[in-house]
């Protein structure tokens, strides 16, 4: 009998991290909040012209199978680098270690990057920045790629959820200076999850 309840309790703790309490509606929160952000005249990133008839961004169906709960690997030892742009800005930036995960019963690794002047703000101390590409990439997504922001981990495990991917500013408008997505976060998968590609 314990050992049947063991089991079943080991499925549900499985279950639990494919989809978690209420996942479907704090992604369908979030999405809100951007939109919200997005009409904000002083804030958005659209240009005028463009935020005259704005309905909201374009996303892809929230799905569970995006919800990646990573093996994460801290890396202490990098040093810091300049990160291209799509301008002449070179932000510096840091690997702060990598996660190792597996969609579409294939593995995978992504590169976790801590942007050095973010850190002397509150908001983003212990926020992680992770740019990548896939094969939506120009099609059904910005074909610059898109980025991923991911909380601080604790211990040997990060959580990837590309339901809230989204794009660079460049995207929207070109006056903004991006980062371009290191060539070794490239997955060579199609990533059908978050924003998809503006207009």
């Known amino acids: 009998m314990k050992k049947v309840l063991f089991i079943f309790l080991f499925l549900s703790f499985q279950w639990t991290i494919a989809q978690p309490k ?4 704090e992604n ?3 999405r809100k909040e951007i939109n919200k952000y997005f009409f904000k005249r002083d804030k958005t990133p ?3 012209e463009d935020l005259f008839g704005f309905k909201g961004l374009n996303y892809f169906p929230i799905d569970a199978a995006y919800y990646v709960e990573a093996k994460f690997i801290r890396t202490p030892a990098e040093s810091p680098f300049l990160m291209k742009t799509t301008t002449g800005r070179k932000p510096v930036y840091v690997k702060y270690g ?11 690794k992504l590169n976790i990057y801590q942007n050095i002047d973010f850190q002397a703000t509150v908001e983003e101390k212990h926020t992680l920045f992770v740019p990548f590409t896939d094969l939506t990439n120009g099609e059904e997504t910005y074909g610059g790629g898109r980025y991923l922001d991911v909380e601080n981990p604790i211990g040997n495990k990060v959580i990837l959820d590309f339901n809230r991917a989204y794009n660079p500013y460049c995207a929207y408008n070109e006056k ?17 999850a978050g924003v998809k590609k503006y207009k």
């Open 46 to 48: 659209l240009k005028p």
């Open 98 to 108: 990598y996660a190792e995960f597996e969609l579409q019963e294939k593995k995978f």
């Open 176 to 192: 903004y200076s991006c980062p371009i997505p290191p060539s070794e976060n490239d997955l060579k998968v199609a990533i059908r």
């Open 28 to 30: 369908e929160k979030h």
């Open 22 to 25: 209420d996942f479907v509606s």
